[in-house]
């Protein structure tokens, strides 16, 4: 009997002493797997929350887009996509979100990365008048991209005008495509278009200025290596601005319907109000063959 009990008693003892490891065993690995499920929602929201966003004016077409992608790699995603399989100039400038308005709600919303914590590419935040509304204090670099990706960033300086040039050929970005030859310089030419006296003018515009050559003094010039279409109709434009003493602009294409041949900029791009403009210089053919050799270079080839 005594035998019975003692071996009864071992029998149990021997459970508690398995079960008991068994049992912590169990409730750690509970904690473990809670443990790193909470860290991996923690991890991924955290990361969600370190993905920097970068707010941009786009100008080819208009809008403003939010990304998590850093100005390069924002345009090269601009001109060749995520598959290499298109091409497309592009040019856009870098902008302050604290010093124009925007929709933080919506961006808080739409600005977490993909399942597999790839970033958001581009999201659009406006496509309505979006120069118009954006404060000029709020810009900081202008990105011109080549049709292959190359991205070239410049910064706003103060512009130190040639008003000795008789007649300027300017090609305007945004709100419209129109280019105009005009007697007047950058800063006068943005004064008179956006003079909202007047019914044909805007409240801000965007533009750069294109070069004549030989053209600016005298019309019948040859054009030489001007990739301009049309070149009989741009002399006609030129001689009648010329020949027309109380003229001040001529209207030589309405609409640009391609891209912006870089080799063309003259001093570089200008974007304004009536009260206030900012300046971003073209690099001289110098620092182009130099500094932007690579830039340059694919400036100045038509990829396909």
Known sequence: MWLKMSAKMIFLSFLICIWTP???????????????ANSYFLVKNLKSEAMKKYFYLV??????IV?????????????????????????????????????????????KPYEDD????????SIYRVFEKTPLEALRSLYLVTDDGRVLELQAHDYIGN???????????????????SKLGPVDFIRLLTDLTKPVSAPKIFLCDLILNELMNDPYAPLHNLPYPSPDHLRDCLITLKESPGRQTKTVLRY??????????????????????????????KDLEGKYYAWWRSALTRHF
Request: no cysteine; net charge positive.
């Open 22 to 36: 068994i049992r912590v065993i169990g409730e750690t690995v509970n904690r473990l797997t809670f443990l790193t």
């Open 67 to 111: 990304s998590h992608l850093a100005p390069v790699d924002f345009g090269n995603y601009l001109a060749v996509g995520t598959k290499k399989q298109i091409r497309g100039q592009a040019i856009f400038f870098e902008i302050n979100p604290d010093k124009t308005s925007i929709h933080q709600d919506y961006v808080n919303v739409k600005m």
């Open 118 to 125: 790839e970033p958001k590419r581009s999201v659009f935040l």
């Open 59 to 64: 100008a080819t077409p208009e809008s403003l």
């Open 256 to 285: 640009m319907s391609g891209d912006v041949p870089y080799r063309t900029i003259k001093t570089g791009f200008f974007i304004g109000d009536h009260a206030h403009y900012l300046f971003y210089p073209f690099p001289s053919i």
């Open 163 to 181: 008003n000795h040039d008789p007649i300027h050929l300017y090609q305007q970005l945004a709100p419209i495509t129109t280019r105009v030859a």
